[in-house]
C-alpha cells in the first residue's frame, strides 16, 4: 500500500462499536467493492467499499467480513474472507496479501480464503436469526442501474436463507462514521495537508494562457509524490465563466489574463478525504470586480464557519449561511433589497447567484454518510463552501474548508492553504 498502515486498533474498535448496535443472535456480512471494467481487457483503479474498509481496514477487491458476536463457536465470531493467490494471478498482477498480512492489516484472527465463505456461512446461518447486509443508501447514491457487489449479496443470501430476518448494515455505520476517531482525523490531516502543498504548486505553475488541465497535473503529480491514492473527485480547473457551471471538470480551456481561476480539488489518502476549493487570478492580481466578489465569498466563509459547532441543527446552518449570502449579494449591487423584502420565500432571489448546500460531512466518502437530521457533534467533520457565482460578468468564486467539529467549536483542517488575498498575491509574484 502506498500509505503507512493503519494501527489496527482502528477497525479493532469500529468492529467493537458496530457489533454493540446489532440485535442478537445475527450476522453481518459485509463486502468489498467489484473491480469496474473498463473497455476489452481494461480495469479502473480499485477503490474499496467503504463500510468494509471501515470495519476492517483490507483495499483489496474480493474480501467478505462476517461478525456473527453471539456465535457458539468463539472462532466464528470474526471472520475475515480473502482472495487466494496463485502463480497465475503472481505472474500477472503481483502478490496478494498473505493470511498474516490480512491479520496485521485488520486485527482479525482467523482468515479464510473467499472460496470458503459459502460452506463456512452454512454452519453459522443454521444458528442464526438474521443477518446484516450492506448496501450503498446515501441520499445522491448514484449507481442506481448498476448491479453492485451487496446487491448480489442480498439477492444470493434472501434466495439462500429466506426465512432469515434482514436487517440494514448501514443504518450502523452511517451512525458511526459521522464521528471521527483520533486515527482517522490524523489521516484527513494528512489528506488536507497534501492538498496545500499541491495548492501552492498550482499557484506557481499558474500564468495566462496555461490551460487548466496543466494545473490539473500539478496537482496529480503532487499527490502521488506524497503517497496519496487518488483524487477524491474528478477536480474542478475552471476559469472565466467557466466557474459558473457547479460541476465543470473538463478543465481544457486556456486561462485567459485578467480571468478568475476556481480550483476545487480533493486528495484521497489511505481512502481518507479532503476537499478544498480556492480561487485565484491567473496573472497573478485580481481585479477590484474579482476581489470584491472574493472578500464577500471569504467573509461568507469566515462568519459561516463559526456556526459549525456542536448542538448547530444542519438545516438552521444552511438557513443562516443563505441569509448571509443574501445580505452580501446586495452589498455586491446584484440584488435590491427592496426586491429581497418582498421575494416570494419559495423562490428566493439569492438562489441566481448562490444555489447550491454549503456543508457535506467528509471522511471515507467525500460527500461521507451520515444523516442531516442529527445535530452536530465533536467528532464530526464538515465542510463550509459558500460561493458565488455570476454568469454574466464571467466571475464564480468559491472557497471551501474543512472544519472538525471540537467540543467548543471547531478546528480548521485546511487552516494551512493560503486564502487571503494579499496572501495569495505574495504566492504567484
Ligand atoms: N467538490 C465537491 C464538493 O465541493 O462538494
Ligand atoms: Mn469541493
Ligand atoms: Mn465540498
Known amino acids: 500500500m502506498r500509505y503507512d498502515q493503519i494501527p489496527n486498533s482502528l477497525f479493532v474498535t469500529n468492529r467493537k462499536n458496530f457489533i454493540n448496535k446489532m440485535k442478537p443472535n445475527t450476522i453481518a456480512i459485509l463486502t468489498s467493492n467489484d473491480v469496474k471494467h473498463n473497455n476489452a481487457d481494461d480495469v479502473m483503479a480499485f477503490s474499496q467499499n467503504n463500510d468494509l474498509f471501515y470495519l476492517c481496514g483490507i483495499d483489496q477487491e474480493d474480501t467478505l467480513l462476517v461478525l456473527y458476536p453471539d456465535a457458539y463457536k468463539k472462532e466464528n465470531r470474526t471472520i475475515l474472507f480473502i482472495k487466494e493467490t496463485n502463480e497465475h494471478i503472481k505472474i500477472w498482477d ?3 496479501l498473505t493470511k498474516e498480512q490480512a491479520t496485521s ?19 453459522m446461518a443454521f444458528e442464526a436469526d438474521g443477518f446484516y447486509l450492506g448496501h450503498n443508501e446515501h441520499l445522491k447514491r448514484l449507481t442506481k442501474d448498476q448491479e453492485t457487489q451487496q446487491d448480489r449479496m442480498i439477492k444470493w443470501c434472501k434466495k439462500k436463507y429466506p426465512l432469515h430476518e434482514y436487517y440494514r448494515a448501514a443504518k450502523i455505520t452511517r451512525a458511526l462514521r459521522q464521528i471521527k476517531s483520533q486515527e482517522e482525523i490524523a489521516l484527513m490531516q494528512k489528506a488536507a495537508d497534501i492538498s496545500v502543498s499541491s495548492f501552492k504548486n498550482v499557484l506557481k505553475a499558474c500564468k495566462p494562457k496555461i490551460k487548466e488541465y496543466e494545473l490539473e497535473a500539478e496537482l496529480y503529480y503532487n499527490l502521488v509524490k506524497f503517497g496519496a491514492t487518488r483524487h477524491a473527485f474528478q477536480p474542478i480547473v475552471a476559469s472565466g465563466k467557466n466557474a459558473c457551471a457547479l460541476h465543470y471538470n473538463t478543465n481544457d480551456s486556456v486561462c485567459n489574463d485578467d480571468d478568475m481561476i476556481l480550483l476545487d480539488f480533493g486528495v484521497c489518502y489511505a481512502n481518507y478525504n479532503s476537499d478544498t476549493t480556492r480561487c485565484f487570478p491567473v496573472n497573478g492580481r485580481f481585479t477590484d470586480r474579482q476581489k470584491e466578489v472574493y472578500s464577500s465569498v471569504l467573509y461568507c466563509l469566515k462568519e459561516g464557519s463559526k456556526l459549525l459547532k456542536p448542538g448547530m441543527i444542519h438545516s438552521d446552518y444552511e438557513k443562516q449561511m443563505t441569509t448571509l449570502a443574501e445580505s452580501e449579494l446586495i452589498k455586491l449591487g446584484l440584488l435590491n433589497k427592496e426586491d429581497v423584502a418582498l421575494q416570494n420565500p419559495e423562490k428566493p432571489l439569492y438562489k441566481k447567484y448562490f444555489m447550491h448546500g ?9 460527500h461521507d454518510v451520515g444523516l442531516y437530521s442529527r445535530t452536530i457533534e ?5 465542510t463550509c463552501e459558500p460561493g458565488i457565482y455570476i454568469a454574466e460578468e464571467g466571475i464564480g468564486c468559491r472557497l471551501e474548508n474543512d472544519y472538525l467539529i471540537t467540543s467548543t467549536g471547531n478546528l480548521n483542517l485546511t487552516e494551512a492553504m493560503p486564502i487571503e488575498i494579499d496572501d495569495i498575491e505574495r504566492l504567484m509574484e
Open 105 to 123: 492489516i485488520s486485527g482479525i484472527k482467523r482468515i479464510e480464503w473467499v472460496q470458503d465463505f459459502e460452506m463456512q456461512l452454512q454452519y
Open 378 to 382: 465533536e467528532g464530526m467533520v464538515f
Open 358 to 366: 454549503t456543508a457535506h460531512h467528509i471522511g471515507l466518502d467525500v
Open 94 to 96: 503481483g502478490e496478494k
